[in-house]
């Protein structure tokens, strides 16, 4: 049903936990299934420099939450926008059709975030 890479990130979560000084945070859910994902990102000259979550959900959640914080640090802003469900899935070796929805949230939390810390300094998404 998952892939080794989606137990892995699961049994292993990559930059899980709150960041006390985040800059900015993108918190989603879903209330049908009941997941809650809330990504934190330290942003330094438009770059993602540290990034982090706390996920309350399943297995595929916490895997989607891992995984996104792996393909966007390091990143621009603007990069990290144009980060999909799409491509989590994809670095994950794929994800259940019924469990696709936990891969959007995360992409999700991540642009609510990015937008959260641009409102703080002005600036809008087209801005990047």
């Known amino acids: 049903m998952y892939s080794d890479t989606v137990i892995d990130h699961f049994q292993n979560p990559r930059n899980?936990?709150?960041?006390?000084?985040?800059?900015?945070?993108?918190?989603?859910?879903?209330?049908?299934?009941?997941?809650?994902?809330?990504?934190?990102?330290?942003?330094?000259?438009?770059?993602?420099?540290?990034?982090?979550?706390?996920?309350?959900?399943c297995a595929a959640a916490i895997a989607t939450s891992s995984m996104l914080t792996e393909l966007a640090k390091g990143k621009t802003l603007k990069e990290a926008f144009k980060i999909t469900r799409k491509d989590i899935a994809e670095a994950l070796e794929g994800l259940p059709p019924i469990k696709m929805h936990c891969s959007n949230l995360a992409a999700d939390g991540l642009h609510k975030a990015i937008e959260e810390y641009l409102g703080k300094t002005g600036r809008k998404v087209e801005d990047l």
């Open 16 to 57: 899980m936990g709150e960041m006390s000084d985040a800059d900015a945070i993108g918190k989603v859910g879903n209330p049908t299934c009941g997941d809650l994902i809330w990504i934190y990102i330290k942003v330094k000259d438009d770059v993602i420099e540290d990034i982090r979550f706390k996920t309350f959900g």
